[in-house]
């Protein structure tokens, strides 16, 4: 596979797992707003699945930890890039581009 290739499947590839990250993230987001709701629907105590909330809580913490390791296999993979082809930019479609790693590097 030559190097344009490469690019081209990277960024297909780092968009869609940032993508799923996000999916994911508002997939439970919205499972944590329908637990609290049953909860106050059904008129039960507050403290009625609360260990279950918690471990929802730190579910979304994990994602929002592998976000900013995807953040970071991101800017990685645009050095790799830069040191190979002297490009310094996502292809296009991309959001990212390198001064916005640098910030969250």
């Known amino acids: 596979m030559n190097k344009d290739i490469a690019r ?3 960024s297909k590839c780092i968009q869609e797992a940032e993508r799923a990250l996000d ?3 508002l997939r439970q987001s919205a499972l944590l707003t329908t ?3 049953a909860r106050r629907e059904a008129d039960v105590g507050p403290y009625v699945g609360h260990e279950s ?3 929802l809580v730190r579910s979304q913490q994990s994602l929002l930890a592998a976000g900013g390791d995807m953040a970071r296999v991101h800017g990685g993979l645009l050095q790799i890039q ?3 082809t ?3 930019d996502c292809p ?3 959001p990212m581009g390198v ?3 640098k910030q969250t590097a």
Do not use: T, W
Request: glycine share 4%; proline share 4%; hydrophobic share 45%.
């Open 8 to 10: 081209v499947r990277l």
């Open 82 to 84: 830069f040191e190979e």
């Open 86 to 88: 002297g490009l310094d």
């Open 53 to 55: 909330l918690l471990k």
């Open 99 to 101: 001064d916005n790693l």
């Open 35 to 37: 637990m609290v709701s």
């Open 23 to 25: 999916d994911a993230l």
């Open 92 to 94: 296009p479609n991309e």
